[in-house]
């Protein structure tokens, strides 16, 4: 399969008909995974690490679990191919920054990613909309058992899987998932959150700084710690830190409801008169709007049926999506016209939002 | 707007600020908007402040002096972690166990793993060994001319390295 066909499949993140739901957009696992009788990529020799990348593209591509798998080499991607697929979360900047060695594999539906040579030899990742850690782990789990009977891991029976950084040594695992928070932002709790979260071994990433709708509102929660928590307590924490979180979130959007529903409603309002009829759009401001539109359609003031489309759109405006759409490289003003004119189409069948069922 | 604070790195303008607190202990750091990306601090993928504060940005329970230490496999030493932030491979989570003990320690919930374990590695790790020993005793026997002992070992040997063969058929 051709690569440009490839990437004109939506991934996972992008598909409309699956279980979407409000605040949390997508899970994410993944797992840290070496060989025994390597070096971690960083400090291997240039020939290990082909060595390295040609039994693991190997191994990978026969995993019954991946149907239709890609294997893809960095190196022989363009600057832009590597953009999409790190704007889809399938590889890392750092993969995509040092492609000498480096490989994916990548299932048809793109839920799932193995990339090659990243920081360690192996990173399983699964992806799935909407919080299925449960689902998402037993997926991962059966992944990483049908790679490790054909490859021998980095293991020790005191620290268990053994990672190029000591931050991932043990499970190697990493849970998160990704959650939209505009209730706890525009009520200034976001900070006081991440705090409480932190106490619990729970990161929170996200750019505070520049206003406080910045990027879109989106926060990802993961655990932070490896090592002497076997993989269901640390999903079982993650998962009750989340829920916690939720439910901050839900109250938050309650009283901004009861206190100062016009500021909201405007807000709402506004982002879909930008979107629908802009000209000049910057990818963080199209994140911006479109979260106000996400919020629109969790207060059930726009129909459910336009959450997929709404949640593709986070990814299609990323400049590496609007350039593939585009077919061609394009200058940083040039985008800004051209995502203004794909949002207006596709807000041309997104019908206005309607808050009357708040005053009836 | 709040009162501007300098880029830990850099000195510029931050404009990402992170709080993590990690076994009792804060940990504050502030990020201009390049090099939060260049540390990743922006991809979802992998960033942790543990990640950061173990590179060096932030040298709190990280002891690099232990210059005499090397890993016995690979070559690597305090110093190149130093540099990398990153151990060079697998055995130096022993030889340089003194250096690597006390951040597992400081970064993690406990310092022994609970969970997942490869089972089908570690089916492969034993028999092997097991075919060295095999392997030994068979060459004693011989040496000490106990030829009994010997085609019975032999006969050991043969069947292990078939299964053995059987872990690569799968």
Known sequence: MSIRSFLSNRGELAQSSSTRSPIVMSTRIRLARNLAQFPFPGWAKKTQNEEVLGRCLEVTARIPQIKNPTGLRIDELSELERQILFERHLISRELSNEPEGAGVIISKDQSCSIMINEEDHLRIQVIKNGLHLKRTWNFINSIDSAVEESLDYAYSKDLGYLTACPTNVGTGLRASAMLHLPGLVVSGQMEKVVRAVNQLGIAVRGIFGEGSDASGSFFQISNQQTLGESEAEILKRLNSVMATIIEREEDAREKVLEDDRNKIFDKIGRAYGVLKNGHLLSSSEAMNRLSLIRLAIDFGSLAEQSRGLVDRLFIECQPGHIQFNANKEIEPNQRDVLRASYMREAFAKIPEPSFDHFTQ | ?170
């Open chain 2, 1 to 170: 707007m709040a009162e501007s604070i300098n880029c830990d790195i850099c000195s510029k303008l931050a404009t990402v600020h992170l709080t993590q607190i990690v076994n009792g202990k804060i940990h504050k750091i502030d990020l201009c908007e390049t090099c939060a990306k260049e540390k990743g601090v922006t991809d979802p993928n992998g960033f942790s402040l543990a990640d950061l504060l173990a590179s060096g940005v932030d040298n709190d329970g990280v002891d690099v002096s232990h210059s005499d230490l090397v890993c016995s496999v690979c070559g690597f030493t305090p110093e190149d972690y130093k540099k990398l932030g990153r151990l060079g491979c697998p055995s130096c989570y022993e030889d340089l166990a003194p250096m690597v003990e006390p951040m597992l320690a400081y970064m993690h919930k406990g310092v022994s793993h609970i969970g997942k374990k490869p089972e089908n590695t570690l089916a492969r790790v034993e028999s092997r060994s097991k075919l060295t020993e095999i392997e030994d005793q068979l060459q004693n026997a011989i040496d000490e001319e106990r030829y009994e002992d010997a085609a019975e070992l032999r006969d050991q040997l043969l069947h292990l390295s078939k299964e053995e063969e059987g872990f690569h058929v799968h």
